[in-house]
């Protein structure tokens, strides 16, 4: 949900003309988003843990000069569809994991000043009443 989503809902609730049927679908509307977004995040845990997973059997593999320690990571890379197809691919791919690298590596030199310190929790507040959740 994006953060003008969240200020429409507070603006509607803090509507005196918001009837408690509305309140009602509002409260149905977000049980149902908060229900999907768990279960995308457990999908997206299940396939962060297979790539992990057979990340370590690679290594593995790889640490007891198994015949081909690659075949785990391929397998999985194979059932999402994931695996290069040609050189203009692997190239890209490679370009873009330098690229990321590089990124990483000046994220990780940035001064403590450069970083914008925390000032503990922003409070959010929907001002006013002008936006209203269509019916």
Known sequence: MTRSEFDDIRA???????????????????????????????????????????????????????????????????????????GEAVQRILADARAAAALLACLEQQQPAQVRP???MRQRRCIGTARTLPR
Do not use: S, W
Not at 62 to 73: G, I, K, S, T
């Open 118 to 120: 925390a000032r503990g």
């Open 12 to 86: 509607f609730l803090a509507d005196d003309a918001t009837h408690a049927g509305d309140l009602l679908q509002v409260a149905r509307t977000l049980i149902d988003d908060l229900e999907h977004a768990r279960m995308r995040e457990a999908v997206l845990r299940t396939y962060y843990l297979r790539l992990l997973t057979a990340a370590r059997a690679t290594v593995a593999a790889e640490a007891v000069d198994a015949p081909d320690p690659l075949a785990f990571l391929k397998h999985e890379l194979a059932e999402r569809g994931q695996l290069p197809e040609n």
